[in-house]
């Protein structure tokens, strides 16, 4: 059920599944269509063939059951073996009219109770065999399909007008029932067959959805490549990404190589100057001392900016964010001297999709710069956003204190690199800097803003897995 659910949430307009499923769909609409109107079409043309050979068989039997007596009285009995020409009112009609002088009396059928008017030759004329067909409205409101024409009897040459008419009433709702019972056959076979189009596509797209999912996994840091058999269609792509993974892996651990290297090439000089420094003692020793610290930091620092620049783009870690606030927490409330800690966490397990020891660098600087300005309370808090279709989850971490807090048109310049704010609390103004870098390189955002604990609130939003 939920890999349903998943496919009718990625149907979209940009969908792949979405644009084939939508043209068979269009394209089996339009076939049914013109299979619907090809076969009512020749069931139409074929049934008023049918009719109009019936009607005219009938005319011919007609005119040779009707003869005439020696007054010139129309005679006989026709029987056109047909119960509907016997059935009053039925639709189905016959009739003998003289039309010559010295021809007497009319015969009709017994289902024609009254007379049913004939147009006027010169609107519906005679053709070259002495026959007219023509339509005209009948008894009860019906339409009739009247075949008519005029036959000489004898040697006297004394015509009659023979009449035969079928009620197109009749036919017309027969092939109504036709087209609506056709409709509904193809109807129900055109949906089922689009349902089974549909299925077939999803399941031939399957073997994408696996794709997609096992690169979620090594997005999410539970796997280090596509595994699985795929189609050989598809095999390729995934041979490459494989490829792909592995030279960005290759990439990120010789940067981490680089990176250790340069660490240790810098560490001995920097504590050779360091231990000069204090050696030398004075105001010089002490400058150097101190750039010399310094220089540590920042060397550190963008040491550290760049490994997490060399890892942001290939496997993501995975750090669990209770388990980290919990422990850190612990040690602030010990260093801390009468500053009472909250921690505030949500039910659901919240997953930080980078280092462990970035995510600490992070809080460690919030809860000291916390700890420093706080009076007697620092809450600590997690917040998660909705969830957002097709983007990964997001958290925010939340630090408040107490303190004197941080005027609004201030708070920007807190975070630029060696600013102190306030000269007579040590430090060297790095750690919100810091923040603001690391943060900024896992993709996320950091504000400060007024607590409602009357301090300072950091809010760090950072990008979580599922």
């Known amino acids: 059920m939920g890999r349903w659910k998943r496919y009718a949430l990625g149907l979209g307009p940009r969908s792949l599944a979405f644009r084939v499923i939508t043209f068979s769909t269009l394209w089996a609409i339009l076939a049914f269509a013109l299979i619907f109107t090809v076969i009512s079409s020749l069931y139409r043309q074929t049934s008023e063939r049918g009719f109009d050979s019936l009607l005219s068989a009938h005319l011919f039997n007609l005119i040779g059951s009707v003869g005439v007596s020696d007054g010139g009285t129309l005679t006989g009995g026709p029987d056109l073996g047909d119960l509907r020409f016997s059935e009053p009112e039925s639709g189905w009609y016959w009739s003998v009219e003289p039309v010559s002088k010295g021809l007497v009396g009319q015969l009709r059928s017994s ?60 036919l017309e709702d027969e092939i109504r029932g036709f087209e609506w019972r056709l409709f509904t056959y193809l109807s129900l076979f055109g949906l089922g067959m689009i349902a089974i189009n549909a299925i077939a596509i999803l399941l031939g797209l399957q073997p994408l959805a696996r794709v997609r999912n096992a690169l979620a996994m090594v997005r999410e840091g539970t796997a280090q490549r596509l595994t699985g058999r795929f189609p050989a269609e598809i095999q390729p792509l995934a041979n490459e990404t494989n490829a792909l993974i592995e030279n960005n892996r290759r990439i990120v651990e010789r940067s981490r190589t680089q990176v250790g290297n340069l660490a240790h090439s810098l560490k001995t000089p920097l504590a050779v100057m360091l231990n000069e420094g204090r050696a030398l003692g004075g105001p010089k020793g002490q400058l150097i001392a101190d750039h010399a610290a310094a220089m540590q930091k920042q060397i550190d620092h963008y040491l550290q900016r760049a490994r997490v620049a060399a890892q942001r ?54 809860l000291e710069n916390a700890m420093k300005w706080a009076h007697s309370a620092v809450k600590v808090s997690v917040e998660t956003a909705p969830p957002v279709a097709e983007e990964p989850p997001r958290f925010s971490i939340l630090i408040e204190d107490d303190g004197p807090g941080i005027p609004e048109d201030k708070a920007r310049e807190a975070l630029q690199r060696g600013k102190r704010l306030d000269e007579t609390k040590p430090g060297t103004g790095l750690g919100l800097a810091i923040v603001a870098d690391l943060v900024k390189e896992y993709g996320g955002t950091l504000r400060l803003e007024r607590s409602t604990m009357g301090g300072l609130k950091a809010v760090v939003e950072l990008r979580g897995v599922q």
């Open 111 to 170: 289902s024609m109770t009254e007379p049913v008017a004939s147009p006027d030759v010169t609107d519906v004329p005679f053709n070259d065999e002495f026959q007219r067909h023509y339509r005209i409205g009948g008894i009860v409101g019906e339409e009739l399909e009247v075949f008519e024409t005029e036959f000489v009897l004898d040697s006297q040459n004394r015509i009659a007008r023979f009449r035969v008419m079928g009620n197109r009433t009749e």
């Open 313 to 366: 783009e290939s496997v993501v870690y995975r750090t669990p964010v209770a388990p980290l606030l919990q422990r850190m927490v612990r040690v602030m409330e010990k260093l801390s001297r009468g500053a009472t800690f909250s921690l505030s966490l949500p039910a659901n397990e919240v997953v930080f999709a980078g280092e462990r020891e970035d995510l600490e660098e992070v809080v460690g600087n919030l």
